[in-house]
């Protein structure tokens, strides 16, 4: 094996223990009130509500699409700090491996292109 298929392996076995301990630290072990409606928080926001019928009903919704939209970043907020680092490794080795071959003098004396310029747009 190559100093480079070794490291690649270990960057793969970082990446996958990566993923594994922060997606049981950030989705798994978690208490599921804290991100409902039901969380302590928004009641106590709703019990602030007053006025008429109406007006209540307009208050509470507007709670509960402020702590949707508070939800959705949170749970986006947890996906990219999964995925992120395994991403970025990926592309760094994906993009520091690749070596850029010349066309051999055999490929030049008979016209062959490299593979990206073979490629038609159909």
Known sequence: MTT????????????????GATLYQEF????????GFRSAEVEARMKSCGGSFQQRYECKEEIIIAKG????????????FILAPPVILALLFNRNGREKFPLS????????TSSISKRRVR
């Open 4 to 19: 480079r298929s070794v490291l690649k392996w270990i960057a793969s076995v970082a990446s996958v223990i990566w993923i």
């Open 105 to 112: 003098e055999h490929d030049k004396v008979i016209g062959r």
């Open 28 to 35: 798994l072990d978690i208490d599921p009130t804290e991100f």
């Open 69 to 80: 939209h508070e939800s959705f970043l949170v749970w986006v907020e947890k996906a990219t």
